[in-house]
């Protein structure tokens, strides 16, 4: 079985800052890329960041740009997504994802892309 297990979130006030992981567990897979999505009540699951797992090329969402840093660490299957300058809409429960199949940069940005998930976790943004 391969598995993704994340940590991190919570509630913070706008301005403020939160960081979450994911790992894999149970047996490794052969990683291409791995990313973040994000669902607010009522609304489709939106991409947030991606990297790939060789090149460390990051992709994001255009209104987290300059407040949000995907990285990984491949010694353990790692990804971090340090979230800074949260605001409100930032909130939802934030899911991570990882692909293995090579894909066109256009589809980091697809959540069907994506192979395997992690639990979730919520993050809140108050005003």
């Known amino acids: 079985q391969e598995q993704l297990v994340q940590s991190g979130g919570g509630l913070v006030q706008a301005g403020g800052s939160l960081r979450l992981s994911c790992a894999t567990a149970?047996?490794?897979?052969?990683?291409?890329?791995m990313g973040w999505f994000r669902q607010a009540p009522g609304k489709e699951r939106e991409f947030v960041a991606a990297?790939?797992?060789?090149?460390?090329?990051?992709h994001y969402l255009d209104s987290v740009k300059g407040r949000f840093t995907i990285t990984r660490d491949n010694t353990k299957n790692t990804v971090i997504l340090q979230m800074n300058s949260l605001k409100p809409e930032d909130s939802g429960i934030y899911y991570c994802?990882?692909?293995?199949?090579?894909?066109?940069?256009?589809?980091?940005?697809?959540?069907?892309?994506?192979?395997?998930w992690g639990q979730g976790t919520q993050v809140t943004v108050s005003s």
């Open positions: 994802g990882g692909l293995r199949t090579p894909a066109r940069d256009f589809g980091l940005r697809l959540y069907s892309a994506y192979n395997y």
């Open positions: 990297i790939t797992w060789k090149e460390g090329n990051t």
């Open positions: 149970g047996r490794p897979f052969s990683t291409y890329a």
